[in-house]
């Protein structure tokens, strides 16, 4: 069935807002020198945006290391995500958390994680939630073709198969973790060929075509939604840049392989698509692309114009309700 031209405006918009935000935000990150890593998604733009585009606020998604896309197709605001990449107060996470730990439940925004595999849990956990209060709510777990052998996802498979919970396994499969092609630690061809031992159905799609990801999408997000157990949807993409921004010059892959890869850019494919069948002009295209760029001038404005968090909230936020005057004098916190 064809889209309608709001679902087409808002899956470009999202596209060319991600791409941006990971092409103008991160190198202004490097340049502040602010500790930590940062893992650029451009290029994988079609995943979140085609799998996010059928959730609502009260959805919940896990995300991974790699995680500014599946924030900003979650509807998490880029202004405030610069500022956490910034460390400043104004943050999405007070400026504490960094691009690791973006988190905002107003949005089912269950976290970016630096630990592999580790929001798998979290997103399985939150599906058992809905099902359990009966919220009708659909928890998506992206994860990586390399946090696809982590233990964890496997026990979190086969509970959520045995508990029909409403959740959606997404694995980004973009051919490496970190510099190990995926080939090398994968006992099968494909991460979806191992559904049918959870006793789920697996789907693999084109994850550079935001079309392909939109149709599977919308077909596992509905099933969950129905109650009917999780799914595994395998979406093959690509990392235009390094594992980090610290990850140059990329040895492990050709120039071949990259340029391969480049030409299928989900953004290109979709105006080569879309402006020939009539559906959006390349001029509303165009104008969709500036203003993302205005718009990461102004995070970027915003972010630098907001103060680092003060030494004092350091204490705030925390789990443990210890009296701060203790914790500040160093008292033996033995609980
Ligand atoms: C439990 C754990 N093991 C190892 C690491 C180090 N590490 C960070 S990212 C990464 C590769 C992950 O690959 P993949 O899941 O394919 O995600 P991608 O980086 O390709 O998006 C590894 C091994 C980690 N952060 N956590
Ligand atoms: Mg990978």
Redesign the pocket.
Known sequence: MPLERETLIWLYRTMTTIRHFEERGIPEVGQRALSGSV?SSAGQEAVPTGVCAHLSDDDYIGS???GHGHCIAKGVDPKLMMAELFGRSTGSNKGKGGSMHIADMSKGMLGTN?????SVPLAVGAALTSKLKKLGRVAVAF??????N?GVLHECMNLASVWKLPVVFCC?N?G???STPVEYGLSVANVSDRAPAYNMPGFLVDGMDVFAVYEAAGEVVARARAGDGPSLLECRTY?FYG?TVFDNPLTYRTKEEEEHWRALDPLKQFRERVVPEGLLTAEELDQMDQAAEQMMEEAIKFADESPMPEPAEIYEDVYVNYPIDQMKRGTNMAV
Request: avoid cysteine.
């Open positions: 893992h991974t290391h790699r630096g630990v592999v595999a580790a994860f990586g073709d390399g946090a696809a982590q980004e973009n490496y973790a970190e990392r594992h």
